[in-house]
């Protein structure tokens, strides 16, 4: 009798602990982070019962781009989120960002690649500007392209500061919906703010360039207002 009691509860107990191991699953993930060309051949893995990331950012200046690429376990308290923006600024700054999410074993093992096609005008135009508080910039116009139908503004403070003074750029331009409203760490190192405006400084499609008592004087003169704006959503 007590011997086939305590022989229940220790296959109870057995049991138990079966479909508690079986229900978490785990796989390894590829674990790489590198910067511009200088990427690890031979990488890392880590072990993941939360999901694996793939992560890819770019950002296309005049000068050589950077590209930062980061691929690693999700934390287990943490919830990988995929997303995919891109933002063409003024001065000729593009910004571009995926992150993928997956679940089986090495599945970030491949690079993403970001597109290099040119795309079509879209008929949105943006106040381009860009900045990195060194000297005087002047907003131009800027016609969208592709899936950048948002105007933005975008701020970036040097990453984890919490001093006022830290702005490293101010930009605005074209952008993909899935980059308004963000407030995240780009490029390992700067802390950017985001906001799209809905319609002040757009140049209506299919409008003229804009003359001396047009939109554009209108439109420029709102740029330091909108930093000033995003600013006091960064601080505060
Ligand atoms: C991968 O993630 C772990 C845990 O968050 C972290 O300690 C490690 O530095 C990361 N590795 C790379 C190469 O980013
Ligand atoms: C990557 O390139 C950028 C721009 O040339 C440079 O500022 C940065 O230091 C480079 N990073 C590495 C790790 O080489």
């Known amino acids: 009798m007590a011997w086939s ?28 982070e590198c910067q511009n060309t200088s990427c690890p051949g031979n990488t ?40 995919e923006f ?36 879209n008929g949105i135009q943006c106040v381009a500007y860009y900045s990195e508080l060194d000297s005087l910039h002047i907003p131009t116009s800027l016609k969208c392209t592709g899936t950048e139908t ?9 990453k984890g500061s ?8 101010a930009g605005m331009g074209c952008a993909t919906e899935s980059a308004c409203n963000l407030k995240m760490t780009i490029l390992n190192s700067i802390d950017i703010t985001t906001y799209c405006l809905n ?12 003359d001396s008592t047009g939109l554009r004087p209108t439109s420029i003169s709102t740029v330091p207002i909108l930093v000033i704006f995003l600013l006091l959503k960064v601080l505060f």
């Open 5 to 32: 009691y305590s022989l229940k509860n220790l296959l109870t107990v057995f049991g138990v602990t079966i479909l508690a191991v079986g229900s978490v699953e785990s796989y390894q993930c590829t674990v790489q």
């Open 44 to 83: 890392n893995v880590c072990t993941a019962s939360n999901g694996c990331f793939n992560q890819i950012q770019q950002f296309d200046t005049p000068f050589p781009d950077q590209v930062f690429k980061r691929k690693n376990c999700t934390g287990d308290t943490d919830t990988c989120s995929g997303l």
């Open 86 to 121: 891109s933002a063409t600024l003024g001065e000729q700054r593009r910004f571009r960002y995926v992150n993928r999410c997956c679940t089986s074993d090495q599945c970030n093992k491949d690079d993403l690649t970001l597109s290099q096609e040119p795309a079509e005008p």
């Open 150 to 158: 948002k105007c933005i503004v975008a701020i970036g403070t040097a």
């Open 162 to 169: 919490s001093d006022p003074l830290s702005i490293v750029m």
């Open 199 to 210: 319609g002040l400084p757009i140049f209506p499609p299919g409008s003229s360039v804009p």
